[in-house]
């Protein structure tokens, strides 16, 4: 424990050193603003290292994570505003008022009491009745996480479907009126029904346990590979993409999944 501690107050100081004169001009410069790309890059590159299954990749990746709130905490610190201690001191207090399951004498029955109860302690925390069941969803969340977050709220209070079928069969409702409006060729009408169909399937991948961002990060990892394979076998064929047929590419594009499925048996 010693040791983490002389890491962390290490990784502090250096940040420190680096912002003040004579430091770096490109670290002094950051702002809270000019910072918030990295932050999201980073999370992402965590997720890749997660995904890839490297522990010594998810180490790397998690100290340039790590180095993003010792970043603005610096920014903070130099304008008298809070310390990176107030920002643990701050997580710790939180984390045992919101597990009085753990640090206090309440009695749950499982996680999605965990969840639910959490939830209250949070709305009690404001110190203020929400607008609305959906408040709190982050703004900036991608489009499909955010959907996602908003059915949940929407369940919590009753606003949910009672069974599979039923969230379905309104999947299949809005791909038949989206394919209506596709007909009549209305742009607008087109983007308005092509959302509505992306909301019922998220939806739908939330009521069956589903997380959609991460459903559709995965395919869009599958097509990259397979997409790479009938570039590398058409190379090797000496055969240019542009210049190769569908039927070949779909040809190589199906020889690829199989791969993938005998790899996985």
């Not at 643990?88 to 029955?109: M, N, Q, T, Y």
């Not at 009745?129 to 982050?138: D, F, H, I, N, T």
């Amino acid at each position: 424990m010693q040791n983490e501690t002389a890491g962390f107050d290490r990784l502090l100081e250096i940040m420190r050193r680096l912002r003040a004169p004579g430091g770096c001009p490109w670290d002094a410069e950051q702002t809270h603003d000019s910072l918030k790309r990295y932050l999201l890059e980073e999370c992402y590159e965590v997720i890749e290292a997660i995904d890839a299954g490297s522990p010594e990749m998810l180490k790397e990746e998690l100290g340039d994570l790590l180095l993003q709130p010792i970043f603005h905490a610096a920014i903070a610190e130099e304008r008298g505003e809070f310390t990176m201690d107030d920002v643990i001191a701050a997580i710790c207090d939180k984390l045992v008022r919101r597990h009085p399951h753990v640090f206090g004498d309440l009695e749950i029955r499982d996680s999605a009491a965990q969840v639910e109860n959490w939830e209250k302690i949070k709305k009690a925390e404001k110190g203020e009745e929400r607008r609305s069941a959906l408040s709190g969803v982050p703004p900036h969340l991608p489009a499909l996480m955010k959907a996602h977050k908003i059915t949940e709220k929407a369940a919590r209070v009753g606003f949910d479907w009672s069974r599979t079928d039923e969230v379905f069969a309104k999947v299949l409702e809005e791909l038949h009126e989206f394919e209506e409006t596709m007909l009549e060729g209305d742009q607008e009408r087109m983007e308005a029904e092509l959302g509505d169909l992306l909301f019922s399937i998220v939806n739908l991948g939330r009521f069956l346990a589903l997380n959609p961002e991460e459903a559709l990060r995965k395919t869009i990892a599958r097509f990259a590979r397979r997409f790479e394979h009938i570039e590398t076998t058409l190379h090797a064929r000496g055969i240019q993409l542009t210049e190769a047929t569908l039927e070949q590419m779909e040809q190589l594009w199906q020889e690829a999944k199989r791969r993938e499925r005998a790899s996985e048996e």
